[in-house]
């Protein structure tokens, strides 16, 4: 198995289970819960990204790059709006206050559609 076929495991089973998380009512416990599974899918999706431009022969380093480079090769067609998703995930690996929670619970829900047509987008472009 190679490190892409991994991350991209991986990445699908990140994306049931926050997806699931998503679906639950909001208690403040599931409301952790869907941060944490937030921030773990996230990080698999952009890891997905600089391992794809790796295998390119693209420089890919860290989440910023990577999403650029996604987005020039067009696994993703939204860079910005990844990029809103990077800042979200920042939010909450660097400070936990209520208010913070609340936007970046807000914003996990927003990232499951977003990171399923990802999701498709790799497979597709993995497959030719």
Sequence with gaps: MTKLTRLIDDLDNAIKQLDEATQLEKTRINQDAT??????TF????????ELGRES????????NSIREAGNTGIIDN???WMTFLE???M???TYNEATANEVYEKAKEFVPIVKTFQSSVAAYVSS
């Design 35 to 40: 941060i944490q599974r937030f921030e773990f």
């Design 43 to 50: 990080e698999l999706a952009w890891k997905v990204m600089q």
């Design 57 to 64: 022969d693209r420089t890919t380093y860290g989440p910023r």
């Design 79 to 81: 860079v910005e709006l």
């Design 88 to 90: 979200s995930r920042n």
């Design 92 to 94: 909450t690996v660097h």
